[in-house]
Nanobody
Framework: QVQLVEYGGGSVQAGGSLRLSCVAS???????MGWFRQAPGKEREFVGV????????YPGDSVKGRFTFSKDNSKNTMYLEMNNLKPEDTAVYYC??????????????????WGQGTQVTVSS
């Protein structure tokens, strides 16, 4: 069982930046690792993922050009650098991971491993 722990988050004004980190207890079985977010009253939304061993990046349309995905394999850690934040980015951000390579990346049901979530609040 892979455990994921998120760090970072907080409150920032529009146009500001934040960085989230996700540390995995074990990455041996992980193929994809990345981020989803969920705002109050809305469905969980795909933010983007990376293939852990190949470093390919698959960003969601709503964050392209503003969010950067990176990782440090030696630390079992993935990072989400969020720039030019907007109020609509306000949500709980969840780290997620999947051991399966052939999945629909945007569907949260395809990720068996989840972190506890961290709140990001962007004020206007």
């Amino acid at each position: 069982q892979v455990q994921l722990v998120e760090y970072g988050g907080g409150s920032v004004q529009a146009g500001g930046s934040l960085r989230l980190s996700c540390v995995a207890s074990d990455t041996f079985s992980i193929y994809y690792m990345g981020w989803f977010r969920q705002a109050p009253g809305k469905e969980r939304e795909f933010v983007g993922v990376m293939s852990w061993n190949e470093s390919s990046v698959y960003p969601g349309d709503s964050v392209k050009g503003r969010f950067t995905f990176s990782k440090d394999n030696s630390k079992n850690t993935m990072y989400l650098e969020m720039n030019n934040l907007k109020p609509e980015d306000t949500a709980v951000y969840y780290c997620a991971a999947s051991p399966i390579w052939e999945i629909a990346l945007f569907s949260p049901t395809n990720y068996p491993y989840w972190g506890q979530g961290t709140q990001v609040t962007v004020s206007s």
